[in-house]
């Protein structure tokens, strides 16, 4: 994959989003091979959702308030690293 994009628009309070992300704040994405014979899982990544509600509030170009995390995270496979992403979260504070 040489890139690859996913966008969400969840509307929430930073209170309400700290309450669910207290339960469970890890994403976990799986990276799958389409071109081997049944798609076989190349590895998975968690991605802790917290860092990105705890990075520092920037002004965007557009004026608007956004927070901002850029991690570089291990893939892992059978308990190895198989390689790594790179993951940019952006989350906007429209009001």
């Excluded at 509600?53 to 920037?58: E, T, V």
Aim: with cysteine.
């Amino acid at each position: 994959m040489q890139a690859g994009f996913a966008s969400f628009n969840v509307e929430a309070t930073k209170a309400s989003l700290m309450s669910v992300l207290a339960c469970n704040s890890a994403v976990q994405i799986k990276l799958i091979d389409e071109e081997a014979a049944g798609d076989r899982q190349v590895g998975s990544v968690a991605i802790d959702l917290k860092e990105l509600l705890s990075a520092p509030l920037k002004k965007a170009a557009n004026g608007l308030m956004v927070r901002v995390c850029d991690q570089t995270l291990a893939i892992n496979s059978n308990g190895k690293q198989v390689g790594s992403l790179r993951v940019i979260q952006y989350l906007e504070d429209s009001g």
